[in-house]
């Protein structure tokens, strides 16, 4: 209908209780463009429970979580892959809301294998001058992502001189900065190594033997167990 026939004005007047009979009586899934989907989602006379309720029988993809108004939708989408997978909608969802890399945004990141593109001076013009490290940290202690995942993201943000410090990294996240070069060798991190991951030491020597030759040298580093 046309916005100012009498139907169009009807639902307008009355739009929760058009989709609440709308809920009650779908059966399937819900396929309306995104332009409809965000009235609804964003129409302040639409309570919370429709909202819920029609996201979880919702098929159609939004294209920028930030066109969606109330936050705390956010999660619902993300947890019914509603949301298009973009790095701009990840780092939305980490810096925008509280809830940083919870469940919903790691099992959305999981459930996904295109490829991203992080833009590190978007980012801290974005979201501010540490923004690319906070990202890149949460990222880097969370044993929660795929390990494709994991690495596919640190592959594509770039940070200088990243100082290791996080204890309780998984075997085979470990390998990944390692082979990365996130984990680069100096006297701190072959002391931290030697001290949180032993078991991947010799590998950590080995993608790094000349700068690790140069710290042995002085004596007080050198260990004869290597």
Same mark, same amino acid.
């Given at each position: 209908? *046309? ?75 993300? *947890?019914?892959?509603?949301? *298009? ?142």
């Amino acid at each position: 209908s *046309r916005p100012q026939e009498p139907l169009a004005i009807y639902v307008k007047e009355n739009i929760n209780d058009y989709i609440t009979v709308i809920l009650e009586n779908c059966s399937d899934i819900i396929e309306d463009n995104e332009f409809a989907v965000l009235e609804i989602l964003n129409n302040s006379d639409v309570n919370y429970e429709n909202k819920e309720e029609y996201i979880e029988l919702l098929g159609t993809k939004i294209q920028n979580i930030q066109n969606v108004d109330d936050r705390d939708l956010w999660r619902l989408l993300l *947890r019914n892959n509603l949301i *298009r997978y973009s790095a701009a909608n990840i780092l939305s969802y980490f810096f925008e809301t509280e809830n940083g890399l919870d469940t919903y945004l790691i099992q959305f990141i999981n459930k996904n294998d295109e490829d991203l593109d992080f833009d590190t001076e978007m980012i801290e013009n974005q979201y501010g001058e540490s923004a690319v490290l906070t990202f890149f940290n949460a990222i880097v202690k969370c044993n929660e992502l795929y390990n494709e995942r994991y690495e596919h993201i640190l592959q594509r943000i770039h940070i200088d001189n990243y100082k290791f410090t996080h204890t309780g990294i998984q075997n085979e996240k470990v390998l990944i900065l390692i082979e990365l070069g996130i984990i680069q060798m100096s006297t701190t991190e072959l002391l931290f190594m030697r001290k949180n991951y032993k078991e991947h030491l010799m590998y950590f020597i080995t993608k790094n033997i000349t700068e690790y030759i140069e710290i042995v040298k002085d004596s007080k580093y050198f260990s004869i167990d290597e």
